[in-house]
């Protein structure tokens, strides 16, 4: 059976113990995590569907030690502190070691972020901070295909171009640590129908009706208006596009680094690059460095508009000093391109 065909599986069988086994080794085994040697694995479960549906299969099929990790943003009052413990009697239940924290995202929040934002980084803090004091490198979070198509979609209408395209990876990288999402290739709906042929129950978070959210208008409206009026298998499609995509995207950055190793002469935070070998490149690969170099500094992703500007100043013979964010500078000096390291320790941790 190939990857994708689990995404639309529907009968009985299809949610057998053996075929789940099946797809998590394959999945385990495609991502890295498995096998697992014992290894130690921090689970992010909040409580809905998804994330009871990860702990699920991983208590059944996971050989190493298993840690479920809740952040209780208290942002729903009583109805956040009930997910709490609904939590801490499912890992009970399944015998998992159970860490919680509460926190108040209304507080913390910085100067012009989103409460949506806020309690998206916050909770990242606390479960990579929760991880690196249990010496764990692993963390697994329960974002289905159905999440990867929204994002794709969500993306694209906001012009993010090909990296925003890919949606979300199944692995990413953060500060040491790996975030796994070994769910990307099951539909949302086959996830609760594992959950109920077991008689599992979870939570439904009431703010993911709440339609001022951009994600949820998508989920709750568009999508279900792509799939009536234009393609049924909208989904699918979309999520096939954001994998694609991806493919892509990994070329793309591959290329990126050949090519900034070219014209690079010294590393962050003083990263220095040659003005005359960046000149002799076309302005499409001369934008690929750019963005590269910004990824290995940690700034923030400049706009395809901005980049290419900047691009277009590196061509030209005379001297620039262009502002990426903050205090950030880009500047020609004597024939070479500076990120100023000064300016640099403003964005850092």
Excluded at 122 to 133: K, M, P, S, V
Aim: with cysteine.
């Amino acid at each position: 059976m190939k990857f994708t065909d689990y995404s639309t599986m529907k009968i009985k069988f299809e949610f057998s113990d053996y075929v789940l086994e099946k797809y998590f080794n394959e999945t385990g085994m495609r991502q890295g995590f498995l096998p697992e040697n014992n290894k130690s694995a921090v689970l992010a479960v909040s409580g809905g569907g998804d994330s009871v549906a990860l702990a699920w299969l991983f208590q059944k099929f996971y050989k190493g030690k298993i840690f479920i990790v809740h952040v209780n943003h208290g942002i729903r009052g009583r109805e956040s502190d009930e997910d709490e413990n609904f939590v801490a009697d499912l890992a009970e239940k399944f015998r998992l070691e159970f860490i919680s924290k509460k926190i108040n995202v209304q507080e913390q929040k910085l100067k012009g972020e989103s409460l949506e934002a806020a309690a998206r980084r916050l909770r990242r803090e606390i479960i990579c901070g929760t991880a690196e004091n249990l010496q764990v490198s692993s963390i697994f979070l329960g974002h289905n295909r159905d999440d990867l198509a929204e994002t794709v979609l969500f993306n694209i209408l906001r012009g993010s171009g090909i990296r925003g395209s890919v949606g979300m990876t199944e692995i990413t990288e953060y500060k040491g640590l790996k975030f796994y999402r070994p769910l990307l290739g099951l539909r949302r709906e086959f996830l609760r129908e594992i959950l109920r042929v077991r008689e599992i129950s979870w939570r439904e978070d009431s703010t993911n009706s709440d339609e001022n959210y951009t994600r949820n208008f998508i989920r709750l409206n568009l999508l279900p208006l792509i799939n009536r009026k234009i393609n049924s298998s909208a989904v699918e499609h979309l999520a096939n596009f954001g994998e694609d995509m991806r493919k892509f995207r990994n070329f793309e950055d591959e290329r990126s680094r050949e090519l900034l190793k070219i014209c690079q002469e010294s590393d962050a935070p003083n990263l220095i690059l040659n003005r005359k070998i960046l000149r002799n490149f076309s302005n499409d690969d001369r934008t690929l460095i750019i963005r590269e170099a910004g990824r290995i500094l940690g700034l923030k992703t400049l706009s395809r508009r901005r980049c290419e500007k900047l691009a277009d100043l590196i061509a030209r013979p005379s001297n620039f000093i262009f502002q990426w964010e903050g205090n950030t500078i880009v500047k020609n000096e004597k024939g070479k391109i500076i990120f100023s390291e000064a300016c640099l320790s403003a964005d850092r941790e």
